[in-house]
């Protein structure tokens, strides 16, 4: 599953691991809710964009 990077702050989403408390790990980024946030700064979900390390 590909990982997905906040343009706004640099929070990476990593399916493999979810987010502790909130997402279980296995959780594409496509399946969180539109009205998900990141847990860093509170950016609306079209402010991430695919990540390539």
Known sequence: MDKWICVICGYI???AKGIPGAV????????LPEDW????CGSPKDSF???TE
């Open 24 to 31: 279980a790990p296995g959780t594409a980024f496509a399946d």
């Open 13 to 15: 989403y990593d399916p």
């Open 49 to 51: 964009e695919p990540y």
């Open 37 to 40: 946030v990141c847990p860093e």
